[in-house]
């Protein structure tokens, strides 16, 4: 049997499955796998399954044209922590998980959106507290979303699914933004600026791949040109959101409040964000559902089975 490599615990069904076709080492910490784990990984498994935080740079590729890995089998539809034309450079292919994290990721989107534009969670604070005196007509007043303008960041198949949720659901108006035209089945218009829909949107969600192209691309000047009611939500890649812009961002005003489940330094956290009560905060929730990473890591495993077997891979990126 080929040899599989597994950086995290898995769901048991999903591990069930790849013990039917490869010999499996899982690994039991839930922490990033450190270089010299990532090398030794490359030279003792056919087949590793990663995930986020795992940084497969292109140190890490080094000299490893004749490593018996061939295939990182990713765990997750994100894989800016891989240099994919590092390990293709040497050999290794990669490939994802995407569709199955889209709806649960939406639900996260839309959660955060409510919790911020309503202020559930300082809401819930105050009853936690045991400091919260009662109804009456002007407590804790936030935006309502029926009838306001929601604008997407990446019209992808989460950014679609958000669209679809906030339309449908919520009644908003949608407009979005993309790198390049995309007509989607949905009542939403496309916007050529990233500024018009800046200064166009209610609630701005962010739905962007990582990588090097979308690095702060929301940052000092982008806060500039929202709304000073407007909410931001983040649920793409942590480091797509410049933190320190957008602390100043909140301590100036010019936006009404975030809600963020990624981070730039993830898995920390500015005190800055932690203090603000008008800061909504989740520890990465965004697939954070057993059925959602079951399907992500049986698809993980469906590829690194069509590698072993010399099928073309299902997923490759």
């Given at each position: 049997?080929s040899?599989?490599?597994i950086?995290?615990?898995?769901?048991?069904?999903?591990l069930?499955?790849?013990r039917?076709?490869?010999?499996?080492?899982?690994?039991?910490q839930?922490?990033?796998l450190?270089?010299?784990?990532?090398?030794?990984?490359l030279?003792?498994?056919?087949?590793?399954?990663?995930?986020?935080?795992?940084?497969?740079?292109?140190?890490v590729?080094?000299?490893?044209?004749?490593?018996?890995c061939?295939?990182?089998?990713?765990?997750?539809?994100?894989?800016?922590?891989?240099d994919?034309?590092?390990?293709?450079?040497?050999?290794?292919?990669?490939?994802?998980?995407?569709?199955?994290?889209?709806?649960?990721?939406?639900?996260?989107?839309?959660?955060l959106?409510?919790?911020?534009?309503?202020?559930?969670?300082?809401g819930?604070r105050?009853?936690?507290?045991?400091?919260?005196?009662?109804?009456?007509?002007?407590?804790?007043?936030?935006?309502?979303?029926?009838?306001?303008?929601?604008?997407?960041?990446?019209?992808g198949?989460?950014?679609?699914?958000?669209?679809?949720?906030?339309?449908?659901?919520?009644?908003?108006?949608?407009?979005?933004?993309?790198?390049?035209?995309?007509?989607?089945?949905l009542?939403a218009?496309?916007?050529?600026?990233?500024?018009?829909?800046?200064?166009?949107?209610?609630?701005?969600?962010?739905?962007?791949?990582?990588?090097?192209?979308?690095?702060?691309?929301?940052?000092?000047?982008?806060?500039?040109?929202?709304?000073?009611?407007?909410?931001?939500?983040?649920?793409?890649r942590?480091?797509?959101?410049?933190?320190?812009?957008?602390?100043?961002?909140?301590?100036?005003?010019?936006?009404?409040?975030?809600?963020?489940?990624?981070?730039?330094?993830?898995?920390?956290?500015?005190a800055?964000?932690?203090?603000?009560?008008?800061v909504?905060?989740?520890?990465?929730?965004?697939t954070?559902?057993?059925?959602?990473?079951?399907?992500?890591?049986?698809?993980?495993?469906?590829?690194?089975?069509?590698?072993?077997?010399?099928?073309?891979?299902p997923?490759?990126?």
């Amino acid at each position: 049997m080929s040899e599989l490599y597994i950086t995290r615990p898995l769901p048991e069904k999903v591990l069930a499955r790849a013990r039917a076709h490869f010999n499996v080492t899982l690994r039991e910490q839930t922490t990033a796998l450190k270089k010299g784990e990532m090398r030794a990984a490359l030279v003792l498994y056919d087949v590793v399954i990663p995930t986020l935080g795992d940084l497969f740079t292109a140190e890490v590729f080094d000299g490893m044209e004749e490593s018996r890995c061939r295939l990182l089998a990713n765990f997750g539809v994100g894989y800016n922590h891989i240099d994919v034309a590092a390990a293709r450079a040497v050999g290794i292919r990669v490939t994802n998980t995407p569709g199955a994290v889209t709806e649960a990721t939406a639900d996260i989107a839309l959660m955060l959106m409510l919790m911020s534009a309503r202020r559930a969670g300082e809401g819930e604070r105050l009853v936690r507290a045991a400091k919260w005196s009662g109804w009456h007509p002007t407590q804790m007043l936030g935006l309502h979303l029926g009838g306001k303008t929601c604008g997407i960041i990446g019209m992808g198949r989460i950014g679609q699914a958000i669209a679809r949720r906030a339309h449908f659901g919520l009644g908003m108006e949608v407009i979005y933004h993309n790198r390049s035209a995309r007509p989607i089945d949905l009542p939403a218009r496309q916007v050529g600026a990233l500024d018009e829909l800046l200064q166009s949107a209610d609630c701005v969600v962010v739905a962007v791949p990582g990588g090097a192209e979308t690095h702060h691309l929301i940052s000092a000047r982008e806060f500039e040109h929202m709304r000073p009611h407007a909410h931001l939500i983040n649920i793409a890649r942590g480091d797509v959101v410049d933190e320190a812009a957008l602390i100043a961002a909140l301590d100036a005003g010019q936006i009404a409040g975030a809600g963020l489940d990624v981070y730039e330094f993830e898995p920390e956290v500015p005190a800055a964000l932690r203090a603000r009560d008008n800061v909504t905060l989740l520890p990465h929730l965004g697939t954070a559902a057993l059925d959602v990473r079951e399907e992500m890591g049986l698809m993980a495993v469906e590829n690194g089975i069509a590698h072993i077997e010399g099928r073309a891979l299902p997923n490759l990126v």
